[in-house]
């Protein structure tokens, strides 16, 4: 192998830009420069994962300045889900994020939880826990296949996608969907695991190494792949706080940084992972940090295969959850609790909470405020892919445009949660 | 425990659902921002999240009972008797979710309170990652940020009219453009 060039390395302090820490600014002497050109990219560009725009100043192929347009897949999901009562507020929440469904609505689960003051059953925690870490891995599956195809790696797609699709007939196989399965339900699951899971599980359990494994062989010796991430996009570890970032743009900037070892939900704190952290800051790190929290998540999901307690799947409050279908024909008690849980929905007390968890793109927060009612008063979701959006324009200084689609795939953005 | 006493402008603590809340006065936020992260350590903004509280209070909340803690017959509302949800000082509240990146992960909300018109000084100077999230609050909620360097729309239209997550803003309102409009 070729001895590698010597590449830009990671920075120490900040270089946010200034005074919009969002907006790369073209110097001032080259301001009403004829060779600075400005280029609309976006909305609807194939490596834009949606409909980010991006107005650039380009000097040559040399990105001068930056702005990222964002509002273009606005649908109002949190205003939507201030005109439905609380247990149908679930469904919207796994639509913000359509990529990593589950963790949206685990995250907003947990916040009515909270406010209610519900034990949830040890089964449905395992379960979620379980749920939620496929569905970290078919998350990150989606961005390396999407990633390296931007980056000219064709197959990488195609067996990034087999996978997914592995991950997609489990989500079917437990909740009867593929995508946005809503299976959590306030107080635990929607309906037990059916039997054949577990098999199927196990399998993928030990597929997956071997497919992580397997890509890579395919880009970690390609030169093509090393050349386009390494000493891109880079971000310190001060800017990359400062800027509010989370997930494995933080921990590929050397940020020691996990919701789920620093502030254990679920049952992360009874189960043994490695959080990976990689010092450089650049396109490279993030991409090692995901390929490595893959081969984490896989070892969460065999642990709680291993482990899984029996008991219940939901809590046994029937002032919130809907009774057992069979006990409508013979309980009248049963018919009145489903009948009034389904027309009014059920009453959450007073109060206002947030609740965070590490969904696949970071910090995933819910902000939920009810006034005593059976609706929410105000939703509001701290989607990681808004603020992962916020670094472009730091982690673009000096950057050429062909860099430009690296380092925006490298933040992992999805523009549903961007928009909501 | 964290000694929050000495926090510029601060109005009220509460404990609520095992989370600490600082209300403090609006034109000091900035100074409260500043004792929170270089004193105290809350180095991450987490979210800013406002709400609009127009309504509030004005009709009495009553449904189908939630919690076993919630199921005293007398109390009002368990029964079909409404009960109004306690008085809120103004119409909007923008809370900051603070985080502090060290063990224990310990989060603290701070807490403004504004009427509509009156504007917050903003924390971009403090935390770069507020600039979007202050552009969104303007946006959906009609709420003005001074010192904000690029306070303009960011989730609607530029020319968009009204702001969408106010409460006296009905749904299913907004205007329908036709191309032959124009």
């Known amino acids: 192998m070729a001895l590698a060039p010597e590449r830009p390395r990671i920075y120490e302090g900040t270089r946010i830009p200034s005074p919009t820490p969002t907006v790369l600014q073209v110097p001032a002497d080259l301001k009403s420069s004829e060779d600075v050109l400005t280029v609309n990219f976006g909305p609807n560009h194939p490596s834009t994962h949606g409909v980010l725009r991006l107005v650039v100043d380009l000097h040559g192929e040399e990105v001068l300045g930056l702005a990222a347009v964002v509002g273009y897949l606005h649908t109002g999901f949190e205003k939507n889900m201030e005109q439905k009562s609380w247990w149908k507020a679930i469904t919207y929440a796994p639509r913000i994020d359509y990529v990593s469904f589950q963790n949206n609505e685990l995250v907003f689960v947990l916040a009515v939880e909270k406010m209610l003051g519900l034990e949830v059953p040890v089964r449905a925690t395992w379960m979620r826990m379980l749920l939620a870490e496929l569905n970290r891995i078919h998350s990150h599956l989606v961005w390396l296949g999407t990633a390296a195809l931007e980056l000219g790696a064709i197959s990488m797609f195609w067996y990034c996608f087999r996978e997914r699709d592995r991950i997609l007939d489990l989500f079917e196989l437990v909740a009867g969907f593929r995508m946005h399965t809503r299976y959590f339900q306030v107080g635990g699951l929607a309906e037990d695991v059916p039997p054949g899971f577990w098999d199927e599980c196990a399998k993928f359990v030990e597929l997956m190494p071997k497919a992580v494994d397997d890509y890579e062989s395919l880009v970690d010796r390609s030169e093509i792949w090393l050349e386009r991430t390494q000493g891109l996009g880079l971000l310190s570890a001060d800017d990359a706080i400062a800027l509010g970032q989370s997930g494995p743009v933080l921990r590929g900037s050397g940020v020691d940084w996990d919701l789920r070892r620093a502030q254990p939900y679920l049952a992360y704190d009874q189960v043994d992972f490695r959080v990976p952290v990689y010092q450089e800051g650049d396109v490279y790190a993030r991409y090692r940090v995901r390929m490595e929290e893959m081969r984490e998540s896989v070892k969460i999901v065999d642990q709680a295969l291993r482990r899984m307690p029996g008991g219940p799947w939901i809590a046994d409050d029937r002032k919130v959850v809907l009774p057992p279908r069979e006990e409508l024909h013979t309980s009248m008690e049963s018919l009145i609790h489903h009948f009034k849980i389904v027309t009014e929905g059920f009453r959450v007390p007073e109060g206002e909470v947030y609740v965070a968890v590490e969904s696949p793109r970071g910090e995933l927060g819910c902000y939920a405020v009810s006034d005593g009612g059976p609706k929410p008063w105000r939703v509001k979701f701290r989607a990681p892919s808004f603020v992962a959006l916020q670094a472009t324009a730091t982690a673009m200084s000096n950057a050429l445009i062909a860099d430009m689609i690296a380092i925006v795939g490298s933040l992992d953005t999805v523009m549903g949660e961007v928009d909501r | ?182």
């Open chain 2, 1 to 182: 425990m964290l000694n929050f006493n000495r926090v510029p402008g601060l109005v009220e603590v509460q404990d609520r659902h095992g989370e600490t809340t600082l209300v403090v006065d609006a034109p000091r936020v900035v100074d409260s921002a500043l004792h929170l992260r270089d004193e105290l350590g809350f180095n991450f903004l987490s979210d800013l999240a406002a709400t609009d509280y127009l309504g509030w209070g004005k009709a009495g909340v009553s449904g189908y009972i939630g919690t076993p803690a919630g199921r005293d017959l007398n109390e009002p509302s368990t029964q079909g008797y409404q009960r109004l949800p306690g008085a809120k000082p103004q119409r909007f509240s923008i809370s900051y979710h603070l985080l502090a990146l060290r063990e224990g992960a310990p989060r603290v909300r701070l807490q403004v309170w504004v009427d509509d018109g009156q504007s917050v000084p903003s924390v971009v100077s403090v935390w770069p990652t507020a600039d979007w999230f202050e552009r969104e609050a303007w946006d959906l909620f009609g709420i003005a940020f001074d010192g904000h360097p690029n306070l303009s729309r960011i989730l609607m239209d530029d020319d968009w009219e009204g702001h969408p997550l106010r409460k006296d803003y009905p749904i299913g309102g907004e205007p329908v453009r036709f191309s032959g409009d124009e």
